[in-house]
């Protein structure tokens, strides 16, 4: 059973806000969750779900506080258009302070706004076994739950470092810092990157000047037709592709 005031904080968790000052965030869906169970079982705080998943999934969250709600209180808790069987509340990650840079890949990205795209961009980093994101403070929350489902579980294996973005990359010195750009360096042509910061723009706007004169090449996709630019989220995976 589901009690309207933990209804009412469960709800409360999709502004930011709140789950600053809670340190809690939402996740949704059986992939998502099967992923939490796997590798960040001691974070999830509370479950709830309809009786199906919690008999399926018995052997999986023994030592997880578990609520079953019927599909009308699931929906009442949820973000999402249609819930999914099943919703945790979850602990937030610990931030980690002065993330090294050498030795690996990173990306950078600047002034990511829209939660789709970063929680796409954080699944497609996964995918090419990028460990560790840096994003400007203007960035979209990685807790938001668009983000979190966005990324389809892949945020427990990826670390996202907000900061200031100029600031910081000032201090990587000795790094090579790559820019995507409308004109610059042929990804196609470039040897495979083993050490460096790849820095994915605004999606309307770019990288910022300022971001900009910190790198040290320009990179680009070559273009074979007519639009005018490509979705931030898809130009990072053109460029992991070629680059890593």
């Not at 709830?48 to 018995?58: G, M, P």
Request: aromatic share 6%.
């Amino acid at each position: 059973m589901l009690g309207k005031s933990r209804a009412k904080y469960i709800q409360s968790l999709g502004q930011k806000k709140v789950r600053d000052s809670e340190g809690m965030f939402i996740a949704e869906g059986p992939k998502i969750i099967d992923e939490l169970l796997i590798s960040a079982k001691s974070h999830l705080q509370e479950i709830y779900a309809v009786s199906s998943w919690i008999e399926t999934h018995h052997e999986k969250h023994r030592d997880v506080r578990v609520t079953e709600v019927t599909e009308t209180e699931l929906q009442n808790i949820s973000q999402l258009t249609t819930s999914n069987q099943v919703l945790a509340v979850v602990k937030k990650y610990e931030v980690i302070a002065g993330l090294l840079s050498e030795g690996k890949v990173s990306l950078v990205l600047d002034t990511i706004q829209d939660p789709g795209n970063l929680g796409t961009i954080i699944r497609i980093a996964d995918w090419f076994n990028i460990e560790q994101i840096i994003c400007s403070r203007e960035c979209a929350d990685m807790y938001n739950p668009k983000v979190v489902q966005s990324t389809m579980g892949s945020f427990v294996r990826v670390q996202l470092f907000y900061t200031d973005l100029q600031e910081w990359l000032e201090q990587q010195r000795g790094i090579r810092i790559y820019a995507s750009a409308m004109e610059g360096r042929d990804i196609t042509t470039m040897d495979r990157i083993t050490e460096g910061l790849i820095i994915i723009g605004n999606e309307s706007k770019g990288i910022s000047p300022d971001i900009m004169k910190l790198a040290n090449v320009q990179i680009t996709i070559p273009r074979k037709g007519r639009a005018e630019s490509l979705n931030a989220a898809a130009a990072t995976a053109v460029i992991l592709s070629h680059t890593t």
